[in-house]
């Protein structure tokens, strides 16, 4: 399994703007494709965004689209995720994961810690 480390949380007024990194070691990142989750207190893991291996491919949940942008940089073993004009609903834990397809959580083999984005009103 690849090892995932977030990075790049923190505390945001809304409308402001974090990137997110994640670092991969142990496997080489270009053969996974990647994608972003968050985790709100009291509610189920969800996904927000994923890219596929060649970053060819992009998804984004509804409610981010036109506001997050996941990109890669694959000689750097590294997966972004821009966030602008953040809302406190994006308040949440943002994890990485890494998967052989763009899939749903339950579909992903290796997961990060996870970071912390918090956005005040």
């Known amino acids: 399994q690849v090892q995932l480390v977030e990075s790049g949380g923190g505390l945001v007024q809304a409308g402001g703007s974090l990137r997110l990194s994640c670092a991969a070691s142990g496997r080489t990142l270009s053969n996974y494709a990647m994608g972003w989750f968050r985790q709100a207190p009291g509610k189920e893991r969800e996904f927000v965004a994923a890219?596929?291996?060649?970053?060819?491919?992009?998804y984004y949940v509804d409610s981010v689209k036109g506001r997050f942008t996941i990109s890669r940089d694959n000689a750097k073993n590294t997966v972004y995720l821009q966030m602008n004009s953040l809302k406190p609903e994006d308040t949440a834990v943002y994890y990485c994961a890494a998967g052989p397809v763009v899939a749903g959580p339950s579909g992903m083999d290796s997961w990060g810690k996870g970071t912390l984005v918090t956005v005040s009103s």
């Open positions: 890219i596929s291996c060649s970053a060819g491919n992009t």
